[in-house]
Structures are given as structure tokens and as C-alpha cells.
């Protein structure tokens, strides 16, 4: 079974400073780790994913994520907060060859960016 | 390629109703899916088609839910005698699934809201 805890269900900083949101993840096979980001009155869209290979990817918009096997997170970054950067973010983990019938997201996170 | 429409998007109904949405996924896509979302809480998956055939529903699905792909192209879900409990965000999405399960990519929908009174 898999499932993703986001720490903070708001989380506010200021325009131009560093962006982090936490994920940590729980899985009894080896995960594929997703965020993606849901702006007001849109669908969501996938800013990145981890499959295999180099752990820290790289996502649409300056986003990059980290996935960190030993401590089960998958933190979402960007260096430099920008006021189109406001959103609800998800995180999201489904089993390493499964389709999205198996994809499970956390409650996610609202960021507001201060002017 | 116009994205992933739903409708309506925004639907008001009385306890006991019935009600019914659309979704329409881009034209190549083979699998659709439909997410329930409820306030606070992250998409919960439903229930999901591979061309037309249903091919997994979720114990979310109670009986008085049911979901069509007709021809493989668009999808309906229909809720029967609406309760309280229902109202929330109904998401669908779609992709160009492969066989056995790939890290495919999903293209959501707006979604429509539901509430019922």
C-alpha cells in the first residue's frame, strides 16, 4: 500500500524567497513520486515525477523535487517564490509500473505568495 | 488539442436526485479516469476505462454510482439518489496508457462541483 503525508496544509513566504513544501511518502515497493499543482478553477498539472534513476528532478516553472530514499520524502523546491507560483500543490505516489488507478495524493498544500 | 472538458461545472441538486456529468478526454487518449475530491483532501480515485471497458471501480463507488464510455470516447458518471455526502469536486482525467501499467501522464480536467442540499 501507498500513501503520502504533506506536512503543512498552508504554507506562506514572499515574493522572490525560497520555496519548499514536504511530502513524505510511505510505500511497501519502490515508488513513483509525483507533485502536481492546481491553480484556481483548473485541473491539475503534473509539475514533475520521480521514476527511476537521478533523484533530484527537475519540473515545469522552476520547480525541482529530491527524492531521498532513506528518510521516504520527496520535497518540492523552488529558489525564488513568484506571485503566478500561487496554488494548491499535491503530492502524489503510486507503485513503481502502475497506472494512475493506483496513484495516491495527499490533502495537499496551499501556498500564498506575499507581494 | 483542446484538454479535458467537463460539465457542467458546477452543479446544485436536492437530497434524493439524480445527477449526472460528462467528461470529454482529448480524442487520442485511451484510459479515463474519474476522481472524486472532497474539501481538504487530496483526489481519490473512482473508477477507470481502457477504451470502453470498465476496468477497475473503487469500494468509494457505492452502488448508486455508475460510470459509461460508450465507444471508447466520452464518459459519463451518474450518481442515483444523491445524498449529503456526495457533494464534492468530481475530477476526470485522461491518458495515454500502456500495457502493464507505465508511469503514464494525466491530463485533468476543472472538474465539476457538486452539492447537494
Known amino acids: 500500500a501507498q500513501s503520502v503525508t504533506q506536512l503543512g496544509s498552508h504554507v506562506s513566504v514572499s515574493e522572490g524567497a525560497l520555496v519548499l513544501l514536504r511530502c513524505n511518502y510511505s510505500?511497501?515497493?519502490?515508488?513513483?513520486l509525483f507533485w502536481y499543482v492546481q491553480y484556481p478553477n483548473q485541473g491539475l498539472q503534473l509539475l514533475l515525477k520521480?521514476?527511476?534513476?537521478?533523484?533530484l528532478v527537475k519540473g515545469i516553472n522552476g520547480f525541482e523535487a529530491e527524492f531521498k530514499k532513506s528518510e521516504t520524502s520527496f520535497h518540492l523546491t523552488k529558489p525564488s517564490a513568484h506571485m503566478s507560483d500561487a496554488a494548491e500543490y499535491f503530492c502524489a505516489v503510486s507503485g513503481a509500473r502502475t497506472g494512475a488507478n493506483n496513484l495516491f495524493f495527499g490533502t495537499g498544500t496551499r501556498l500564498t505568495v506575499i507581494p | 488539442d483542446t484538454g479535458v472538458s467537463q460539465n457542467p461545472r458546477h452543479k446544485i441538486t436536492k437530497r434524493g436526485q439524480n445527477v449526472t456529468f460528462r467528461c470529454d478526454p482529448i480524442?487520442?487518449?485511451?484510459?479515463l479516469y474519474w476522481y472524486r475530491q472532497t474539501l481538504g483532501q487530496g483526489p481519490e480515485f473512482l473508477t477507470y476505462f481502457q477504451n470502453e471497458a470498465q476496468l477497475e471501480k473503487s469500494r468509494l463507488l457505492s452502488d448508486r454510482f455508475s460510470a459509461e464510455r460508450p465507444k471508447g470516447s466520452f464518459s459519463t458518471l451518474e450518481i442515483q439518489r444523491t445524498e449529503q455526502g456526495d457533494s464534492a469536486m468530481y475530477l476526470c482525467a485522461s491518458s495515454l496508457g500502456g500495457r502493464g501499467g507505465t508511469n503514464e501522464k494525466l491530463f485533468f480536467g476543472s472538474g465539476t462541483q457538486l452539492s447537494v442540499l
Open positions: 510505500s511497501s515497493v519502490p515508488p513513483y
Open positions: 480524442s487520442e487518449h485511451n484510459r
Open positions: 520521480y521514476t527511476t534513476g537521478a533523484t
